[in-house]
């Protein structure tokens, strides 16, 4: 709440409508807010986007180093910042006010925790390579209603603590999803260094815009995309609730989540089981999160000026 109270402030003239959206989207998450890990690296990214804001990127660079440790995805958003930094800093003085920071904020509880143990450490990582394509994913959701429409056998098998979806196209899937992740990154990337030579370096009301659509672009296209996963797009997503076009992302967010309340824990077992109802239902959590991808990169591309609304001042 204080991040998000200081970011409205310093890029919506101190209006409530960033906490707000912030208190709005994480109720709508609902109990796994509090069952699961990830706030922890959810809040650390939130906190990356003020800090970047009030320019005080080492701090910012540390904590998304700190929400690595925690979840490794806030790892993928650390060339954004830089990227964001280098028409205005240059690579050298942006590289060096990043990386050693977010160096420090991951070994803060890494190195602890490789000084207990090494292969439990390093074991609790490399498993998530292991994974097949989770049945809430992107890639499940097409496998699942090809499996309705054409026949394509299909089912769910349990795996690292987690439902996979089996098929003759699973191994494909896998293999094209690592594919994508880096082509979606690469592509997020290309955007914030667009972005950022258009103006001469990012604005603070632009670094919220940046991590959501690297959170996105690490997310979308994996082969695991839980529930929980929300949490992560939820928080930095209440940093565009200052743009109009932001707020119509925020909507169509709250509205996947929302569905995605219906699916686990309410309806689970009938999704294990793919039945029809579930798989649409599904389809439509997932479709709505592209949307919401869509709109959070073009009120990112078009700006606070574009978008009708006074440009904050730096």
């Known amino acids: 709440m204080w991040a998000a109270i200081r970011l409205a402030r310093l890029t919506d003239a101190g209006r409530r409508r960033i906490p707000l959206a912030y208190i709005g ?3 709508a998450v ?6 699961r890990f990830d706030l922890v690296p959810a809040v650390c990214v939130l906190l990356a986007a003020t800090l970047a804001a009030e320019d005080r990127t080492g701090l910012a660079a540390a904590a998304l180093g700190y929400g690595a440790a925690a979840k490794l995805y806030p790892g993928v958003l650390l060339p954004l910042l830089v990227l964001g930094l280098v028409p205005a800093l240059g690579w050298w003085r942006s590289l060096r006010r990043t990386v050693p ?3 420090v904020g991951f070994a803060l509880t890494v190195v602890p925790a490789l000084a207990l143990s090494v292969k439990g450490t390093l074991g609790a990582v490399l498993y998530h390579l292991k994974r097949g394509v989770q049945i809430e994913s992107l890639w499940a959701s097409g496998i699942g209603l090809a499996h309705l429409a054409l026949g394509l056998p299909a089912r769910t098998v349990a795996g690292f603590g987690a439902y996979d979806l089996q098929s ?3 191994g494909l899937a896998k293999a094209v999803s690592s594919a994508a992740t880096l082509a979606t990154l690469a592509a997020a990337a290309w955007l914030v260094w667009w972005r ?3 103006a001469g370096g990012l604005g603070p009301a632009d670094w919220a815009g940046a991590f959501a659509i690297g959170v996105f672009a690490f997310v979308l296209p994996t082969r695991v995309l839980s529930p929980q996963y929300l949490v992560w797009l939820g928080a930095p997503m209440a940093g565009l609730a200052a743009r109009r076009a932001g707020r119509r992302a925020l909507w169509v967010l709250v509205a996947a989540i929302a569905i995605s309340q219906v699916i686990f824990p309410f309806r689970y077992t009938q999704l294990r089981h793919l039945v029809a109802l579930d798989v649409c239902l599904l389809a439509a ?5 592209l949307v919401a991808a869509a709109l959070t990169v073009e009120a990112f591309r078009r700006g606070p000026v574009e978008d009708g609304e006074p440009e ?3």
């Open 25 to 27: 989207v994480m109720a």
């Open 101 to 103: 920071a977010f160096l």
């Open 30 to 35: 609902g109990p796994l807010l509090v069952l």
């Open 168 to 170: 003759s196209v699973s």
């Open 285 to 289: 959590r997932n479709l709505l999160l």
């Open 196 to 198: 950022s030579r258009r």
């Open 312 to 314: 904050p001042s730096r």
